[in-house]
């Protein structure tokens, strides 16, 4: 403690002879450099007082904490909004999906009847196309046998008959056919 009351002591020893320097005792420095310090802080900051400056930080921390209150809040109802949003969109693609599949099952039978239907108007139509064609092969087959027979027969017929016979079966068909009318005129 006497190093600290020699400091402010010594001061009015020191000489004013114009030399400048360091003083490097710590202890004795300090105190000094503290004082003044204090004495500065004390003349300069009448003005201002620390507990306006702490209250008006204050302040500003409790609006920004309501402001951040009040912006939480709002967060927080977009998010329960959002949250709602995203159920009823999850909800309705939960239908349309069970919908879809259900549309898609109903398209895919339809499709497979349509597509059955269509293989029997096929197989029905191949059927009758083949029945056609036989019956047809069948017609040309039957027409070349009675062309050949007939062929045959005249062949036979004009090797067998002379004129005197042919007049002979001419006049034998006429007369059946004219009984023949002459039965259907009187019935």
Not at 102 to 113: Q, T, Y
Not at 120 to 128: A, G, H, T
Request: proline share 1%; charged share 25%.
């Amino acid at each position: 403690m006497k190093n600290v009351t020699d400091s402010f002591v010594s001061l009015s020893h020191w000489p004013s002879a114009g030399s400048f320097g360091f003083n490097t005792d710590i202890l004795a420095t300090n105190p000094i450099n503290l004082s003044v310090v204090l004495g500065v802080l004390i003349f300069f900051g009448k003005g201002v007082c620390v507990s306006d400056l702490l209250d008006n930080r204050k302040q500003r921390i409790l609006s920004t904490i309501r402001n951040s209150e009040e912006l939480r809040g709002g967060a927080v109802e977009q998010l329960e909004k959002a949250r709602a949003r995203l159920r009823k969109v999850e909800m309705e693609a939960d239908e349309y999906r069970v919908n879809g599949y259900s549309e898609i099952e109903r398209e895919k039978m339809n499709l497979i009847n349509a597509t059955d239907e269509i293989l029997e108007r096929l197989e029905n139509y191949k059927n009758e196309t083949i029945h056609f064609e036989q019956q047809r092969a069948i017609n040309q087959v039957r027409q070349r046998v009675f062309q050949q027979a007939l062929q045959g027969a005249l062949g036979t017929l004009k090797s067998c008959l002379n004129s005197e016979l042919h007049l002979r079966t001419v006049s034998a068909n006429i007369g059946t056919l004219g009984a023949m009318n002459m039965k259907e005129i009187t019935d």
